[in-house]
C-alpha cells in the first residue's frame, strides 16, 4: 500500500473540510421550513388580483367551529388593540392551488389593510390568533 503523501493531499482536504463540514453541520441543525409542523393562524400582507392590498388569513392544522355553525368571526387591531376590521366569513375557509393550507382573503381600505397588526378567528376549538406579517 503506497504511503499518504500529505503535501499533494493537504490541500484537497482543507478546501473539503471548509466546504463540507459547514454545510453538514447546517444540514444536521437545520429544522427545515417548518410548514408541515405549524399549528393555527397565519396572517400575511398580500396583493389581490386588482392590485389592491388585501390580509390572508391561513388555517394550519385541524380546526373545527365549536357550534357547527357555516360562518365564524373574523377581527384584526391595530397597533393600539382597536379592532379595526371585523368581518363574518364562510367556514371552512377556501382551497385554492398555489396555497398550502385553507385560506381566507380579506380586502379593506388600504389604510386598514396596513394598519392591521394581529387577526383573529373567532368561534374554532382552536385559540387562533396570529400577528401580521
Not at 53 to 60: G, K, V
Request: hydrophobic share 40%.
Amino acid at each position: 500500500m503506497r504511503n499518504l503523501d500529505l503535501r499533494r493531499h493537504t490541500p484537497v482536504i482543507v478546501i473539503v473540510m471548509l466546504v463540507a463540514a459547514p454545510l453538514a453541520i447546517w444540514a444536521a441543525t437545520s429544522g427545515g421550513s417548518g410548514d408541515s409542523n405549524k399549528q393555527g393562524l397565519i396572517a400575511e400582507r398580500s396583493v389581490g388580483l386588482t392590485g389592491a392590498p388585501e390580509l390572508i388569513l391561513s388555517i394550519a392544522g385541524n380546526v373545527q367551529v365549536t357550534t357547527g355553525a357555516s360562518t365564524v368571526r373574523v377581527e384584526c387591531t391595530h397597533k393600539d388593540g382597536r379592532v379595526i376590521l371585523k368581518t363574518t366569513q364562510p367556514w371552512p375557509f377556501i382551497q385554492e392551488p398555489g396555497y398550502p393550507y385553507l385560506h381566507v382573503h380579506l380586502g379593506d381600505s388600504p389604510e386598514k389593510i396596513e394598519g392591521a397588526r394581529r387577526c383573529r378567528v373567532l368561534g374554532t376549538d382552536a385559540h387562533l390568533e396570529a400577528k401580521v406579517q
